[in-house]
Structure formats: structure tokens, C-alpha cells
């Protein structure tokens, strides 16, 4: 397998580190069938009581399972391997072979992938999902390929982030004004939580704990079974279902790895894939009900604002500035919002 090294931005010293992993993951034929194996890096951020971790061992069980143990996939959970930012410039040069990565840090690499990004642009979750695995999320993944090298396998159901906190209950926009928030290292994100009065503040997921703990931060933006699996319930009692942001969620493999793979491994990558991220929706919906009812029993406040006032006081200056940084970009999110609504309206994504 060829390391990719193009358009990366660890350096000199994780370069040479993906050539030496790279080379190791050809690793000797099978003593029993002579046939290659495959010893694969699989990263994610969450902890292994997560969903993520729930979907890795899945795929993990298939492959094992369709090549007879031939391909092997270690999963490194809690950022383990660096967080999504680091995780995605090793999955480029081929330290990582498979991550789950979402979209928003992404944008880094290819600014498009904000429109996704906007506020309040899907209604529920199943929305957002269908737009997802639709002909916009089949252009944005040729997009990444295409300027990153890096394989999008398909789309996590993830849901909307909605904001938590040590202070107060979000019951209106004004709510959110001076929190403190962590929020995704990501132009959008920043500026509609800023304009909804929010110090946005990125900062590294494995530090929010801690973080919320000594106050340095008020709260972030999450959904249930993240904020739970992290525990961050235990720091943080307020918890409101504002919706401001759908956050797509992608499972990506290594360019140069999966195309030196066997046309057959390939295939059961694939389909394995898929059957995966098909048990993570499963899994995702029970443990969102089981995450809320944890709060509760934590002494986390639950609230469910009315959120016609929270759009007019953010969309539409998010999206004219979106429109004017991005190339393209009245076009782009025009395409979008149509495809959004005709999925909305029940018609094929």
C-alpha cells in the first residue's frame, strides 16, 4: 500500500510514522490458508459505551467473520489515536486506515461541507439522515475523495447537537446569551452560536470534562447518547433540545488502502459497512431514550423549547455569510434547501 502524503498537515515526523504503519498493516499470509491478511487501525472519539464504539465492533465482527479472519480491525475508542482533526490527517497518509469522523471538522480540508452546517436546515433527524444518504451527500463524498483521498463508507445517525450546560435551562434564544460553550472547531458552528450570543469556544472533546468541572467552560452542544457516554452529565444539569445544528457523521477508510485491497475484500467492506451503519441507527434510537432517562435520574433538567423564535434570530445571517465565503456558495446552499424541502415533501432524497 502507497502512503498518501499529499495535502496533509501533520509533518515531516507523521509521515514517516504512516510509512512504517502502513507497511505493517500487509501483514504475513495466514499459516493455515496461505492466503494475505489485513491488520486494520480503526479510530473514533467516543468512549466504548458509545454508539461509535457499538457500530466498530460490529463492522469488526463482519469482516472477521465474511474473509474467515483474514481481515482484523483494532478499534481505538476515547481519541486514543489524537482527536478527529488528528485522526483524519493520519487516516490521510494512512497511520489510521478507518475513522468515524463528523462532517463540520472536515470542512477544514473541503469548506463545502458547511452548508451542511447550517442552522435549523433539516426538521428531525430522519430528515437530515435521507438528505444525507441522498445525491448531496453522494457529491459531497466524491468532493472528499476527490481533494483529500479519503473514502467515505456512508453516514452515522447521529441527530441534531443541542446544547448543555452547568447554568440555566435554554427555554428561548436569550437563554443562550454569554454561555460559555464548547462548540465544533468549525466557521458555521462559531458563528451561529455567536450570533445567538453564545462565547463559542472550540476545544479538543477529550478536554470538555475536565473543562466543565472547573468552570473553565459552561456547557457545549451534544447529542443525548454522546453527552452521556462521555458522561458529561455528571457536570453538567441543564440539557435542551434546541436543534441549531444537524450534525452528518461519516465512517471513512483510506483511499490507497481500500483500493490495494482484493476486489472480493472490497465488496465485503462495503457491504459490512452498510449493515453496520444500519445497526447503528438501530442502536442509536434505544439509546437515545436510555441516555435521557440517565439524565433524569442524575438530576439533569430536560426542557424541549419552542423553537420558531430560536431560526429568524440566527439563519438568515449565518446563511448570507455562508453564501459570500464559500465559492459558489448561493448556488451550492440553493441546491441544497431544494433538495432538503423535496425530501422533506416525501420526495426520493
Known amino acids: 500500500m502507497t502512503a498518501r502524503v499529499a495535502r496533509v498537515r501533520g509533518g515531516f515526523g507523521l509521515t514517516i510514522v504512516a510509512v512504517l504503519l502502513a507497511a505493517s498493516c500487509r501483514a504475513p499470509e495466514s499459516a493455515d490458508s496461505g492466503l494475505p491478511t489485513w491488520e486494520v487501525r480503526f479510530s473514533h472519539v467516543l468512549s466504548t459505551g458509545s454508539e461509535f ?19 482484523r480491525v483494532a478499534i481505538y475508542p476515547s481519541g486514543q489515536l489524537g482527536g478527529e482533526r488528528v485522526a483524519f490527517e493520519q487516516i490521510q497518509v494512512g497511520a489510521v486506515h478507518m475513522a468515524i469522523t463528523g462532517t463540520p471538522v472536515l470542512s477544514a480540508w473541503v469548506p463545502e461541507t458547511q452548508i451542511f452546517d447550517l442552522p435549523f436546515l433539516f426538521e428531525t433527524r430522519d430528515h437530515g439522515l435521507a438528505v444525507m444518504n441522498g445525491r448531496m451527500g453522494d457529491w459531497w463524498r466524491g468532493l472528499l475523495l476527490e481533494r483529500t483521498g479519503v473514502r467515505s463508507l456512508g453516514f452515522l445517525d447521529y441527530g441534531f447537537r443541542h446544547v448543555y450546560n452547568r447554568r440555566r435551562p435554554v427555554e428561548a434564544p436569550g437563554d443562550l446569551a454569554h454561555l460559555k460553550l464548547r462548540v465544533l472547531q468549525n466557521a458555521t458552528y462559531l458563528a451561529a452560536y455567536s450570533a445567538l450570543g453564545v462565547q463559542a469556544t472550540p476545544m479538543n472533546y477529550g478536554e470538555v470534562y475536565s473543562a466543565l468541572q472547573q468552570g473553565v467552560i459552561d456547557g457545549g452542544e451534544a447529542n443525548a447518547v454522546g453527552l452521556v457516554s462521555s458522561r458529561l ?31 472480493d475484500i472490497r465488496e465485503t467492506v462495503d457491504r459490512s459497512a452498510a449493515d453496520a451503519l444500519a445497526y447503528q441507527s438501530e442502536v442509536a434510537r434505544r439509546m437515545e431514550a436510555d441516555a435521557l432517562e440517565q439524565m433524569r435520574a442524575n438530576g439533569v433538567e430536560v426542557s424541549r423549547p419552542e423553537l420558531t423564535p430560536f431560526g429568524p434570530a440566527v439563519r438568515p445571517r449565518i446563511r448570507d455569510e455562508l453564501a459570500e465565503r464559500l465559492p459558489d456558495g448561493e448556488a ?18
Open 332 to 349: 451550492l446552499i440553493a441546491r441544497l434547501e431544494a433538495e432538503a424541502e423535496r425530501t422533506r415533501r416525501g420526495g426520493r432524497p
Open 233 to 263: 452529565h455528571e457536570v453538567a444539569k441543564f440539557y435542551s433540545f434546541t436543534s441549531i445544528t444537524y450534525n452528518p457523521i461519516t465512517l471513512l477508510v483510506n483511499e490507497p488502502f481500500y483500493q490495494a485491497l482484493p476486489r
Open 53 to 71: 464504539h457499538l457500530m466498530a465492533e460490529r463492522f469488526r465482527d463482519l469482516m472477521l467473520e465474511r474473509t474467515d479472519g483474514r481481515f
